[in-house]
């Protein structure tokens, strides 16, 4: 992750709880000025086999925050 991006979520492509994260931290991301972005755990092999199934998970600042829902406040607050 550059230092410029606070904020990594792990998906999987045709995951619907992937695409709601990405929804949540896309707009509180852009509320905030944060920098973020997002990889396919399927893209690593190292990523699939440390997440399997177990997507989204969004990580701020090097360190996981969340798996499988975002929730909006939490996130605001840890990126406050």
């Known amino acids: 992750m550059s230092s410029d991006e ?10 619907h709880l992937c695409i709601d994260a990405a929804s ?3 707009e509180i991301c852009a509320d905030l000025g944060i920098a973020w972005r997002s990889i396919d755990v399927d893209s690593d092999p190292q990523l699939r086999s440390a997440y399997t199934d177990h997507v989204p998970v969004t990580i701020v600042d090097g360190v996981e925050h969340a798996r499988w829902f975002v929730d909006p ?3 605001r607050a840890a990126l406050a």
């Open 6 to 15: 606070r904020v990594l979520l792990l998906v999987r492509d045709g995951c």
């Open 24 to 26: 949540v931290v896309a």
């Open 73 to 75: 406040a939490r996130l």
